[in-house]
Nanobody, 119 residues
Framework: QVQMQESGPGLIKPSQTLSLTCPPSNASITTNYYWWNWIRQSPGLGLEWMGSISRSGGTDYSPTFKNRASLSRNTSKNQFTLQLRSVTPEDTAVYYC???????????WSQGTQVTVSS
């Protein structure tokens, strides 16, 4: 069973860059067909897909985030990373890293980490 666990700061100041990292367990980020996603849920809102990175490092972004978000990976550490620039209080949310084995469904979810943007 693939297990996901993200790590990152719980509190960040406005205008800074949020960085979250996710090292999947029991799966390699270079496994065929897998896509690795970042999804968030803001207070009172539904889930927002932010972007994904493929086994080969190709990326896809939601139009909402493509100007501020960057996804990258480190194959030697078997982890992928989200960076979100110029955060504002509206970026306060629970952030999830999610694995998709190529079925186009979000199969493997992390527990989520609360990120609060506040001065």
């Amino acid at each position: 069973q693939v297990q996901m666990q993200e790590s990152g700061p719980g509190l960040i100041k406005p205008s800074q860059t949020l960085s979250l990292t996710c090292p999947p367990s029991n799966a390699s980020i270079t496994t065929n067909y897998y896509w690795w996603n970042w999804i968030r849920q803001s207070p009172g809102l539904g889930l927002e897909w932010m972007g994904s990175i493929s086994r080969s490092g190709g990326t896809d972004y939601s139009p909402t985030f493509k100007n501020r978000a960057s996804l990258s990976r480190n194959t030697s550490k078997n982890q992928f990373t989200l960076q979100l620039r110029s955060v504002t209080p509206e970026d306060t949310a629970v952030y999830y890293c999610v694995g998709d084995s190529g079925t186009n469904t979000w199969e493997y979810w992390s527990q989520g980490t609360q990120v609060t943007v506040s001065s």
